[in-house]
Nanobody
Framework: QVQLVESGGGLVQGGGSLRLSCGASGRTFSWYAMGWFRQAPGKEREFVAAISTIGVSTIYADSVKGRFTISRDNAKNTVYLQMNSLKPDDTAVYYC????????????????????WGQGTQVTVSS
């Protein structure tokens, strides 16, 4: 079992920045690839970014590429999402998620593969 807790959300003006954090507990953090997803009102939960077990591989949704950066600190059991140049379309509840991986490999983009989820943190971007 892995427990995940997100923090760092809030209200920001368009063009601004936020850094989300997700702390993990319960199992060896480096056994898990980590992902960030988001869900806007009335929309499906969508993939944002993911990072492999020791951070060698990262992938991003096209909509955030070049603006968001995912990283992890396995010594602190934490994954981060640095969000720059925020737009009103980025407004959503952001969730972190974990999937057990035996080896270092490209992390999955499908939410169906992630077995552990945090409670989410709200990000609101004003125009």
């Amino acid at each position: 079992q892995v427990q995940l807790v997100e923090s760092g959300g809030g209200l920001v003006q368009g063009g601004g920045s936020l850094r989300l954090s997700c702390g993990a507990s319960g199992r060896t953090f480096s056994w898990y690839a980590m992902g960030w997803f988001r869900q806007a009102p009335g929309k499906e939960r969508e993939f944002v970014a993911a990072i492999s077990t020791i951070g060698v591989s990262t992938i991003y949704a096209d909509s955030v590429k070049g603006r968001f950066t995912i990283s992890r600190d396995n010594a602190k059991n934490t994954v981060y999402l640095q969000m720059n140049s925020l737009k009103p379309d980025d407004t959503a509840v952001y969730y972190c998620a974990a999937v057990r991986r035996v080896t270092e490999q490209v992390p999955p983009q499908s939410k169906l593969e992630y077995g552990y989820w945090g409670q989410g943190t709200q990000v609101t971007v004003s125009s």
